[in-house]
Nanobody, 125 residues
Framework: QLVESGGGLVQIGGSLGLSCAASGLMISNNALAWFRQGPGKERELVAASDWSSGSTFYGAPVLGRFTISRDNPKNMLYLQMNSLKPEDTAVYYC????????????????????WGQGTQVTVSS
């Protein structure tokens, strides 16, 4: 089970940190990711991290503003979001890909087999 927290309302240019707690599965060897889905939009990959390869991916819209991190002993995933924009408004989901063995982390949400329930982030003036 994955449970996100930390969403809320923030002003343009502000910062917000999201957390994802994993229970019932160990995340240390898995690829982990944050996805988001805005109103009327498809789910998109925000950031992903693979522990085994050390690879990290950021979507172009968030590059340089968002940072993904993980604490394997605590079974936690984080997303630090800075310089927030109205277009960052979305429901944010954490997910884990337990079956990735090559080219990890993968970018297609179809590969991710465990998902949180999502947390709403609203950026407003």
């Amino acid at each position: 089970q994955l449970v996100e927290s930390g969403g809320g309302l923030v002003q343009i240019g502000g910062s917000l940190g999201l957390s994802c707690a994993a229970s019932g599965l160990m995340i240390s060897n898995n690829a982990l990711a944050w996805f988001r889905q805005g109103p009327g939009k498809e789910r998109e990959l925000v950031a992903a991290s693979d522990w085994s390869s050390g690879s990290t991916f950021y979507g172009a819209p968030v590059l340089g503003r968002f940072t993904i991190s993980r604490d394997n002993p605590k079974n936690m995933l984080y997303l630090q979001m800075n310089s927030l924009k109205p277009e960052d408004t979305a429901v944010y989901y954490c997910a884990t890909d337990t079956r990735c063995v090559h080219n990890c982390p993968r970018r297609d949400p179809a590969h991710y087999d465990y998902w949180g329930q999502g947390t709403q982030v609203t950026v407003s003036s």
